[in-house]
């Protein structure tokens, strides 16, 4: 799956620089993107997005020092500036593009309030559909980070064919401080979009026996609303067969050449259940939004690892186990062979209907809201009584 990223703000620009860079080191040469921000410092930081692709907005509004926080500021300048964006994506080249893919921090102001935007005009303009990966912040961030994320994600979800969530409070360590906390989630972020946004590529290991291709992928994501992602890593199988062989090497002469035949048979049963456990751990473990899986509309399972360990039965039972356990019965799959040590299990829940995280956002954004109103009203001077002014 080819994957235009445009990251948008601090946040969005940092995780798509991940992306670049993961890409190449991988040499696939699957993802392109840019970088668009409102504050100079931010876009200077980015190591992997060339300077060309760095786009400065709103410099006669804010002159390269950021919105501060307000996204209603952040919208207004990227629709003043929306053709320079759309400008400097049509240089990068859209041609073979299967989708694009807006990464953004849903709490701040120029990635918030911009996102949403950006989405209208490129769903006016692309045939192509156009996704949102939303980072929300935890509560303790701020009620002023929840309002702007629940004003944000309320726009974002009508503007864009599917959202991703990834939630910070799902993912932070006690004690962690700030720079490594936000290292440590935004290689969470790219290491399970990686895996998925690379589905179907013809890698150095050929192609998939079950091959997941960005049609698949974009048929789970077209109910549109809210999806959420899973992911699960385990060895391989050979490491540990080859660990037993040595081990229990000396019983092969005594029980024969017949022991190479069943083992064969027993380490195929071993595969298929190994797929099905990882597959659950990925769909039952952190989500990138904690959510109510059952409630989803669709889902697709994707497992990538050495084309040894991909056994098909193991993931046409694992296909079937989330079919067993989502509202939908839409349940795609395959897999995805590369040369590593580990398989991985990616699960992705299309169209979410229950979501705690976002309902607590929601009701956060809502009192502040009306806290705000309160307060202005009640809002006092000292001097609006007594002494005249020299003039009105």
Not at 32 to 53: C, F, P, Q, S
Not at 95 to 107: K, P, R, T
Not at 284 to 310: F, H, I, N, Q
Not at 368 to 388: A, C, H
Request: glycine content about 12%.
């Amino acid at each position: 799956m080819r994957v235009f990223f445009i990251g948008f703000g601090q946040a969005g620009g940092k995780i798509v620089d991940m992306f670049i860079e993961q890409d190449k080191k991988l040499g696939t040469n699957s993802f392109r993107g840019i970088a668009v921000n409102t504050a100079r410092t931010d876009l200077m930081g980015l190591k992997n997005i060339e300077m060309k692709d760095r786009i400065l907005i709103g410099q006669t509004m804010v002159k390269g020092h950021g919105v501060g926080t307000d996204n209603v500021t952040g919208a207004r300048v990227t629709a003043d500036e929306i053709d320079s964006i759309i400008s400097a994506i049509d240089m990068r080249g859209t041609h073979d593009v299967d989708a694009f893919v807006i990464v953004a921090g849903l709490g701040g102001g120029t990635g918030s309030g911009g996102s949403p935007v950006l989405a209208r005009h490129l769903k006016r303009i692309y045939r192509e559909p156009v996704y949102a990966l939303g980072i929300i912040p935890a509560p303790e961030e701020g009620r002023l980070y929840s309002y702007n994320a629940a004003r944000s994600l309320t726009t974002l979800v009508n503007e864009a064919d599917n959202t991703f969530i990834f939630d910070n409070s799902a993912w932070k360590n006690e004690g962690e401080s700030v720079k490594s906390a936000f290292q440590r989630l935004n290689n969470e972020v790219v290491r399970r979009f990686g895996v998925l946004f690379r589905a179907g590529e013809v890698s150095r290991m050929g192609v998939g026996e079950m091959v997941v291709d960005s049609s698949e992928i974009i048929n789970t994501l077209r109910g549109g609303g809210i999806t959420s992602v899973g992911y699960a890593v385990s060895e391989v199988m050979s490491k540990r067969t080859k660990q037993q062989r040595g081990i229990l090497g000396g019983l092969k002469d005594k029980f024969g050449g017949k022991r190479e035949a069943n083992e064969e048979v027993l380490m195929g049963e071993d595969r298929s259940a190994k797929i099905v456990a990882l597959v659950r751990r990925a769909m039952l473990g952190r989500l990138t939004l904690p959510c109510d899986y059952s409630t989803a509309e669709r889902a697709l399972v994707l497992l990538a690892g050495p084309p040894d360990e991909m056994d098909r039965k193991g993931v046409e039972k694992a296909k079937s186990w989330v079919e067993e356990n989502i509202a939908g019965v839409e349940v795609r799959g395959g897999d995805y062979p590369v040369n590593s040590e580990y398989v991985a299990a990616v699960v992705m829940l299309a169209t979410v209907g229950n979501a705690p995280r976002i309902k607590e956002l929601l009701d956060i954004a809502k009192e502040t809201k009306e806290d705000v109103i309160k307060s202005k009203e009640k809002k006092s001077s000292m001097f609006e009584e007594g002494i005249d002014p020299l003039f009105e």
